[in-house]
């Protein structure tokens, strides 16, 4: 897969169709392939990768991206083709300086995951039939693919590319892999349980805003929680009430865009995870107004800059469930 | 203000909708209708103005209760202003519960300007059942309390 991607970088570069490309190249260690832009065919053969910790969504770098000059090929897996859609309805990419070749999606993996077992001094990490062959300084491990992937792949919700110029490879499904189970767990405990749930989730959060940073649908020049004024700018989380409101504002600002692709509890250092506070609205907003999933296409409307004159009062959140 | 169990008096935030609730609550002021003190009301031009900000950051500064007030649906002065408050409000209120605060601390009313008895009623109901549940403390800033 990293050849074909890499020989058709290079036609298309060759041929001036596009003058960069973005994708992923080696990190420091085995498992932190981070996207980068590479504008020359020998930028690619050098350090172009296309491995099982790609993981990363390019999309929101497109919103820069695609207003420098020229051209650019991205690489797209499904998940990110949804933002990508959600960011040319918003308006906030280039449709037309952006070619995309559509590439197969995960699952990726997860290096936290691997540590997790134990595993530490980690040269290299091999899929051999599903079964990890992880080189580290003190020998060979081996451990199941399967347990070492990454928290947005358990739950993938769609192999199918919305947008595309060109595929390598298959085009998928949209899968159905219940991605609300835990949202249905949580609403099912009792209010005291899910406050102290929320408690000891969001009381590890450090406010290093990375979740709010790597976000495709976080694309506000300006965002509230910089401004200075605003009373909630500390870097450090000084109070519990800081964490809460920093986690519901953000989850709201992308309510009705966020098109659940993880990335928020991907890069989380503390292992929050954020992306239930998304997919509780996401889960809301299908019960309440209709199946919507943001990014399946760049014409409707967002639910909630919509309305009908029946919509139900929000007395029935508080009449469901458990309190 | 004393804060225990039995003679716990709750701050109230109300947003009133400057056409309606506002005129609403004015009428039962002007009826003589009594509604409890612990409602502190601040206008804002359409319910719709209600950032999700506004009802955190009234927790944040000691609030116990939230309820926001506007025209009812169809009669917004601004033609669509509450459709989108419904939406947007029911959603933050599903978070709000599901993050495991307590659901009638929230609220949203419809209430008209010439509804003066109703917004009296709305009041003391909701007055009443944030009293019942005690001071706000899952949605509180420490740094905000006063002593």
Known sequence: MQETMIKRAK????????????GWKKGEFAYDTTPAVFETAEELDRDFAFDDFTAANVSKYLVKESRKEGKILAFLKPCDTYSFNQLIKEHRVIRENVYIIGIPGGPKLDAEKIKAKGITGILGIKNENYTLKIETLYGTETMPFYEAICGKCESCKSKKHVIYDELIGEDGDILDSNRFDTVEKLENMTAQERFDFWREQLS????????RNVCPACTCEKCVFDNPKSGIENKAASDSFEENLFHIIRAFHVAGRCTDCGECSRVCPQNIPLHLLNRKFIKD???????????????SRSPITDYTPDDCEPSVVHERGVE | MQVNDNNFQPVIVAFCCNWCSYAGADLSGTNRLNYPTNVKIIRVPCSCRVNPMFILRAFQKGADGVIICGCHPGDCHYTSGNYYTRRRITLLYS??????????????EWVSAAEGAKFAATMQQFTEDVRKLGPNRRLEDLRCRKQ
């Open chain 1, 11 to 22: 036609e298309l570069l060759a041929d001036g169709t596009v003058s960069r490309v973005i």
């Open chain 1, 204 to 211: 590890k959060c450090i406010r290093c805003n990375a979740c």
């Open chain 1, 285 to 299: 907003i299908n019960e309440l107004y209709g199946e919507y999933q943001a990014g399946a296409d760049t014409v």
């Open chain 2, 95 to 108: 978070m709000l519960d599901f993050l495991g605060i307590e659901r009638n601390r929230t609220r949203l």
